[in-house]
């Protein structure tokens, strides 16, 4: 496995841009899997030739690697993600719903977003790398890419000697639980209860995120990767893990029974855990981070909250005089620091009257 490594990290330092140090820890990650393979497969075992077996692994990974550095970041992208739609595009057939192009292709982008979010996941657990680890370098997104389309077809063992690949079986799953005649949106997706609620709604917002093109953004950094690793820190932050993990778990669209049975909870602690949810996803959104929030949902002060110019008119007609100086100051650009000194305010009271002033304005937006 020493020769295995060098080999492969001499391979990635001439055929990529990559640092040193980032060709090593890829080099690794490789080594580590093609190991594990070769150790937990009986066939491999009693080929007589592990090695060669190994080598021919890793040379196969290294090949995946090394397409997707070439494709580039957003080539690369498109290129994965048109592969696996044309995989699961026959099996996007939910009930009663229309089977039109665009039908199917609407389901599709939801479909995928959900399995990038799981493949991250099961790129995390599967290697040696941190719990929040995320692709930075293009190698490491060329990497992850290559993992991704290996996971997806992946034969998963079924009943008398079948096997199907693991991207089908997810795609049937999500295609049996979309209602009639509609989509899912992204009340069911990260709280799963009702889209009624007016201070809720939105969230549903989101979903267009997490379909938007990554043509508009840097291969690091997105809007909709933003949101949902700053919320993720948030609750860890406030002692909230099993939100975290009820949200990850919603994100990858799992069905409430198969979410009660990983978290080990009876219908009535994930109702409660659900509440608890949407408790603290209101309180991101409202007070902790709410420039971000906005900016996805093009909302921001500069557009007046996202308001019409009738809206906003009528908004200011609500508002208190204080709140009314508050969005004001805020317009000019003053810190919250100089906000509460000049209307001697706590800066708790600041909060409380801001995160008051936006729920009045989205409840507004979504009249």
Known sequence: MDTLFERLFQ??????????????EVAARVVEEVQRICTESQRIQNSGDVEGWASDLASHRLKQIRRYVDFGSSKGRLELHSSLSAIVYRYMTPPQVQSSYQARVSLIEDFLQNFYVESINAFRRENSVAADYRPRSSLELAEYMAFTERYAKRRIPLSRGR??????????????????????DIQQAIEGGDSEHPRTAPFQRLREELTTSEDTSDSESTVRERVIEQLMDYLVEKGQQDCADYFSLRLIDLPTHEIEEILEIDSRERDYL???????LLKFSFAHNWELVHEWLGAELGRNLGLTPQQWEYFQTKITQTQAKILNLKQQGLSDLEISKTLDLTPTQLRKQWSKLLEQAWDIRNI
């Open 274 to 280: 659900q509440q608890r949810f949407k408790y603290h």
């Open 163 to 184: 096997s199907q690949q693991l991207i089908i079986l997810r795609t049937q799953t999500f295609s049996k639980q979309q209602p009639p005649e509609t989509t899912i």
């Open 11 to 24: 391979e990635l330092s001439r055929a990529t841009p990559a640092s040193k140090r980032n060709c090593q």
